[in-house]
């Protein structure tokens, strides 16, 4: 019975008036403070300065390639922020090269921010932003000629197709003739600038280029000479025409 009587809820009516009050004025002043707070919208970030690269070293303890790679993944996702999703047009370009730098200077041997450089941040619709990329290539591809080869093809490919600028993509083709001489350089890179050249309608300039490299006997692979032989041989059959 006892046990009873002190489980029994009181009714409403035996709360004290005062009491009352004070609970519905704080329900109102609570109400108001949350109508008085701004809705948070979250915004996207810009793309910082990298640090140097002596400071990503000591903060990787000396493990520069393991911070390349964690730089990379990191720069990729970076259009994907908190509450926010941004396009790869909204980022700042010249930023990105600054990034890409320094991510090549922690792994040397590396070229995967090239890889990104054509194929990521190089195939938007933006044409400015896409030449950043392609003369960013370019300038990599001429500190190591040999080895970057690769990326001014692609780059080249995309001067042509993409931004619709045949002199620039030339350009890149004729650098690739002139300094990409190393043997596991493939010949389609090297002959880029004769197809380039008839697609420009520069036959004779490129038949006159094709007959020196065949009668200069600098060349030695039997699949460059049947490539050349034969397109001496259209290039002759268009300037008759």
Do not use: C
């Not at 046990?3 to 809820?9: E, F, H, P």
């Not at 047009?89 to 890889?115: A, F």
């Not at 690739?176 to 309608?201: C, Q, S």
């Amino acid at each position: 019975m006892l046990a009873g009587l002190l489980n029994k809820d009181r009714p409403l009516r035996d709360v004290p008036v005062s009491i009352s009050l004070l609970v519905i004025i704080a329900l109102v002043l609570q109400l108001l403070w949350h109508s008085q707070q701004k809705v948070e919208v979250a915004q996207a970030e810009d793309l910082p300065i990298p640090m140097s690269v002596d400071a990503y070293k000591m903060v990787s303890l000396n493990e520069p390639i393991t911070m390349s790679k964690l730089l990379n993944l990191w720069l990729q996702a970076f259009d994907n922020q908190p509450g926010v999703s941004l396009s790869f047009h909204q980022l700042d370009y010249v930023r990105i090269t600054q990034w890409l730098d320094t991510i090549m200077e922690l792994d040397p041997r590396g070229s995967y921010p090239l890889l990104v450089a054509a194929r990521v941040y190089g195939r938007i619709s933006d044409k400015h932003k896409q030449r950043l990329m392609m003369d960013y290539i370019y300038k990599k591809f001429n500190e190591e000629p040999n080895r970057h080869w690769r990326w001014l093809a692609h780059a080249a490919t995309i001067a042509k197709h993409s931004l619709k600028d045949m002199p620039l993509a030339l350009e890149y083709a004729r650098a690739l003739n002139e300094k990409a001489t190393a043997k596991n350089v493939p010949y389609w890179a090297r002959d880029m600038h004769f197809i380039l050249l008839e697609d420009m309608g520069e036959i004779e300039t490129a038949k006159v280029l094709v007959g020196a490299l065949l009668e200069g006997g600098e060349i030695s692979d039997p699949y460059e000479l049947r490539f050349l032989a034969e397109k001496i041989r259209e290039l002759e059959e268009k300037s008759t025409k």
